[in-house]
């Protein structure tokens, strides 16, 4: 188990795309944001929390993540996920 991969893959000030690479068993660890965030599950498969409630994701499937909404995943087999981000997060650069 280990962390997924994050690329950059485009950002401005106000919009950031990123892509996570997730190998099965690794964990986004639960955590909360100010920023809205859209996932799009490219491949793979996932348990995402989100709020306390657990939903099971897979190719295809996209959902946003609210401002200050807790929220982390375990990756059940590897794939990517697209996360998009308003603004952007500087801590990623």
Known sequence: M?????????HSPDLMVVRFAFAAGDRGALHSHPHVQSTYVRSGRYLFTL??????IGPGDAFIIPSGA??????????????????????FL
């Open 51 to 56: 709020d306390g409630r657990d939903l099971e």
């Open 2 to 10: 280990s962390d997924p991969v994050r690329t950059v893959l485009a």
């Open 70 to 91: 807790e929220h982390g995943c375990l990756c059940l087999e590897a794939g990517e996920l697209i996360d998009s981000f308003t603004p952007r997060r500087d801590d």
